[in-house]
């Protein structure tokens, strides 16, 4: 289980490496970092697809990086070996909440798995 330093890392990475990719309507970056299992069902085309809402919306929350994680839930890693981390940041004017799934791929811990609500 990755410290609570490196889930941060895990999260805000990965947010902005997706709101860079929602900004410039280019996943290929986001595709390259996630895990294996994940690239192979997902190439650029259709991550790009699975945000549509948020490329049509533009939506931008980068701000994250300047903010402090609120967990919903503590992290846990489930039976098959994905850890869950779920929480928010207390953006402005929208707050940012996420859940995320990691496995470990290729020697680190890469994105499997992702929801995000802007509100």
Known sequence: MPGPSAQEVLVKSILVTLNDAVASDNFTILHAKISKPFREQFPPEKLRAVFKDLVEK???FDAVVAQK??????????????????????????????????????????LSGVTIDIE
């Open 58 to 60: 533009h939506a931008v």
């Open 69 to 110: 994680m609120i967990p919903d839930e503590d992290a846990k890693i489930d039976e098959q070996g994905v850890l869950k981390l779920k929480g928010r940041f207390q953006t402005a004017p929208k707050q940012v909440k996420y859940q995320l799934g990691f496995i470990e791929s290729e020697g680190a811990w890469k």
